[in-house]
């Protein structure tokens, strides 16, 4: 198979990852990766030292970012690419709403004690390092550590997912907030993951709509939360929108994640990169 040189998302320690910035760098550089982003939730500490560390390895890199979005009464992901990390409109944005995460974690925590899930914060919040950083994926991994399920995904299945039962939604951004935050850094936004939200069609369409009349750049195509089917159904909604195309394995860690840092299929053709104007020596 042949591996896309780009990786465009994927998470540290600095959010819900298990590797530090560098670490990820080198992994990255390893196993391929030529132009990279760090695009940790909500987040900017990690990305001085993920851009020192690429470049000294030799790689091509962009500032990123994940930020947790409200948008029809579920949470939507917009990744921000090359934007300026020192923007104080985005810094003020993004601190309230990790300020939220603690709340949201304690309410957490008490729905799964009532499921015999007992310490469940205090567990998050050891594997989290900071009440600021504390997600759903710091739970989870506390759950399996303690045998009450066996992996990552049956915790959001059978808990923390949208509509579960220890589920507890986060005063997150507006789409319309996101996108002037990115916007306002001079960065640009993409759609993360879109195959992975359970919106109607009539939503979806809705959603892509708003996200093109606000400046919206492109979606994600080809990335770890996508099977190939959806690669080509994605594709597709891109060109009938006019969006760029984005990819990324949205990598956490080894035994976490679907697809490993530099494990990316190349893009399907007739697609426009959103990379392409900034480094357009990266063709797929």
């Known amino acids: 198979m042949l591996y896309s040189p780009v990786d465009l998302h994927c998470h540290s320690t600095k959010s819900d990852g298990v590797f530090e910035p560098s670490v990820l760098a ?111 994926t710091h739970f989870a991994r506390y759950m399996v550590e303690q045998g009450h399920c066996k992996h990552i995904q049956e915790v959001f299945d059978r808990y923390l997912a949208d509509g579960k039962p220890a589920y507890v939604p986060g005063a997150w951004a507006t789409l319309d907030e996101a996108m002037a935050w990115i916007h306002g850094a001079g960065g640009a936004a993409v759609i993360a993951h879109p195959g992975r939200y359970k919106y109607s069609s009539e939503e979806f369409k809705l959603l892509f709509t708003r996200f093109k009349e606000l400046g919206g750049e492109a979606i994600e195509v080809v990335t770890g939360s996508h099977t190939p089917e959806q690669y080509h159904q994605y594709a597709n909604v891109a060109k009938h929108y006019g969006f760029k195309v984005s990819c990324g394995s949205d990598f956490h860690g080894p035994t976490e994640s679907k697809v490993d840092l530099g494990r990316l299929p190349v893009l399907p053709p007739g697609l426009t990169p959103i990379w392409q104007e900034w480094y357009p020596k990266y063709t797929v």
Not at 80 to 103: A, F, K, S
Not at 121 to 134: E, F, H, I, Q, R
């Open 26 to 136: 080198q992994r990255a550089f390893n196993n391929g990766v030529r132009l990279w982003s760090l695009t940790d939730h909500d987040e900017v500490s990690g990305q001085e030292e993920a851009m020192s560390v690429a470049k000294s390895l030799g790689m091509d890199y962009l500032t990123g970012i994940e930020i947790s979005v409200t948008w029809a009464d579920r949470t939507l992901h917009i990744v921000g690419l090359n934007y300026d990390i020192h923007n104080p409109q985005m810094i003020e944005g993004l601190q309230r709403i990790r300020t939220d995460r603690v709340t949201r974690a304690q309410e957490m925590g008490e729905k799964l004690a009532k499921f015999g899930v007992h310490d469940a914060y205090s567990g998050a919040l050891a594997l989290a390092g900071n009440p600021d950083l504390l997600s759903r």
